[in-house]
Each structure stands twice: as structure tokens, then as C-alpha cells.
């Protein structure tokens, strides 16, 4: 699929009117974008207009020419109160969004497009003692950073999960599945770096961090103005060690420089 659509994009260039569009592949016309005239600075007006009623279509063929296409960065997004796409690009839409996911391609069922394995979980295994399960889930919906789906089977371990359960889950490269996150998570994680695992190379928890901060302080007794600002913990899906650091502190660097290299993934061992 062409990167540069499906898109939130600011179009600039000469013989063009300035414009906030959403960038889709039109069955007809090709490489579109539609949206509303917007002169910088963009403002929630200029979003809700897009969104809502957009009066201008650019055909784009021929556009890395003529045309100054931005891509919309996922904070002016959410300062602009831009959804992942507009209500109106169902009508071009072919596939739903989590089949044309680069993170998810080649995971789904065969037979059931919609359908694919994610670990679910209660936390920590170290801290919850329930292991994380692999389980089917089918994706109804698609969220900014993260997907909806329900749970096609039950867990066996984990009590809080039933089958026909709402889950939501993230998928990332240095997962061999997609796995369980809430918006808490998503909305903590944030604020941290955490490095990769240095035996399988995971990059996510399965806890907000700074849960797992608050946690290490209690354990160890440690006062509220001693709050750390790196600390190191065990990987939620091998045991391995991550290293958790702040962001906008001198861990931060020292955490995203931190990297278990020379080790070999555990997730490339399945990878066929
Ligand atoms: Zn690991």
C-alpha cells in the first residue's frame, strides 16, 4: 500500500489552496485527498470541517511535483481533535484498517481475516503470578494507537477473562503477537523509555511504568521525594531484564542508548 496515504496531511504548493485532508486511494480516481482550506495555523475549526463536511477533493497523481504534502503529527492530531480517520472514508475504504497494518500483516487467521492471536494477560507475571495466554480475538475496531476486539476463546488461567470479553491490545515489532493495553497504559507509557529486553528485546510491560516505579518504592522502602527516575525490571513475557527511565531526565538518554545487542531475539526463532 502506498505509505503516504490513509493520512492526515497538510498540502501546500503553488497553484493550490492550502489544505487539511485526509489522504485515501479513490477506486476511480486514484490517490486522493479531502478535506477543507486551511491556512496555517491549523485550528480545531479547520479539523471539524474536514472531518464533517470537506468541500475540497485534490486528485494526487503527479503530487510529489507540484504538490507539499505534510504528514499531521500525532500530537497536532490530538491537539486539532483529528480521529484516526474521518467518518466519511468508510465509503472508500476497501479493507478494514487493522488488514492493511504493517504490524499485523501475515498474523491473521487464514480462513477469518479478522481474527488473530494476542496475549492476554493480568499484569506482570513475576508480580501477578498468572502467565500471559495466548488466546483469538476478532478486531472490531481500530483506535489511534491500539485495536477493539472480543475474546474468541477463554483463557485458561486468567480468571478475569471471559470469552465474548471487549479487549484492547497494541501490537509492536518486538512482539512476536499483539498484546493486552488499556488507554492507562498507552496514556503512562508516555512518560517513560523502556529499553529492550535484554533477552528476547520486548519493549512494552504489561503495567503502566509508573505503577511498577510505585511499586520498587514500596518494596524497598523508599520515600515519596526519592521518587526514581530509572529503575530496572523483569520482562513480562520471557524474565528478561528492561530498563525503565524517565522521560525528560538524564535517564532518558542513558536508557534509550541502553541496547542488549549480540543477543539473539527469541521471536526470530518462530519467524518463518
Ligand atoms: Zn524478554
Same mark, same amino acid.
Given at each position: 500500500m502506498d505509505d503516504r496515504l490513509n493520512k492526515w496531511v497538510h498540502v501546500t504548493g503553488e497553484g493550490c489552496t492550502p489544505l487539511l485532508a485526509f489522504t485515501y486511494d479513490d477506486p476511480t480516481a486514484g490517490p486522493s485527498a479531502k478535506g477543507t482550506v486551511a491556512r496555517l495555523p491549523l485550528e480545531p475549526e479547520h479539523a471539524k470541517r474536514a472531518i464533517e463536511e470537506p468541500e475540497t477533493t485534490l486528485r494526487?497523481? #503527479?503530487? $510529489?511535483?507540484r504538490l507539499n504534502v505534510r504528514t499531521v503529527s500525532e500530537a497536532e492530531a490530538r491537539d486539532l481533535g483529528l480521529p484516526p480517520e474521518p467518518p466519511w472514508f468508510m465509503h472508500f !475504504? !476497501?479493507? &478494514?484498517p487493522w488488514r492493511e497494518d504493517p504490524l499485523l @500483516? #501475515? $498474523?491473521?487467521h487464514p480462513e477469518y481475516p479478522d481474527d488473530i492471536q494476542i496475549f492476554v494477560h493480568a499484569g506482570n507475571p513475576r508480580f501477578s503470578g498468572k502467565r500471559p495466554e495466548l488466546v483469538w480475538v476478532r478486531i472490531q475496531e481500530s483506535l489511534r494507537q491500539s485495536y477493539r476486539g472480543i475474546l474468541l476463546n477463554e483463557p485458561?488461567?486468567?480468571?478475569a477473562l471471559r470469552q465474548g470479553d471487549s479487549v484492547q491490545f497494541m501490537a509492536v515489532q518486538s512482539s512476536p503477537h499483539p498484546f493486552m493495553a488499556n488507554d492507562a497504559y498507552l496514556e503512562d507509557r508516555k512518560g517513560w523509555v523502556v529499553s529492550p529486553c535484554?533477552?528476547? #528485546?520486548? @519493549? +512494552?510491560?504489561?503495567?503502566?511504568p509508573s505503577e511498577r516505579a510505585a511499586a520498587f518504592m514500596r518494596e524497598n522502602n523508599? &520515600? +515519596? +521525594?526519592? @521518587?526514581?527516575?530509572m529503575l530496572s525490571t523483569f520482562c513480562p513475557l520471557c524474565g528478561g531484564c528492561q530498563i525503565l527511565g524517565k522521560v525528560g531526565t538524564e535517564a532518558e538518554q542513558k536508557v534509550r542508548e541502553f541496547n542488549p545487542c549480540g543477543k539473539k531475539k527469541w521471536w526470530r526463532f518462530w519467524k518463518k
Open positions: 494526487l497523481s #503527479g503530487w $510529489k511535483n !475504504r !476497501r479493507y &478494514p @500483516t #501475515g $498474523k491473521f485458561q488461567q486468567l480468571e535484554d533477552k528476547c #528485546g520486548f @519493549t +512494552e510491560m504489561f503495567q503502566p523508599i &520515600p +515519596e +521525594e526519592n @521518587t526514581p527516575i
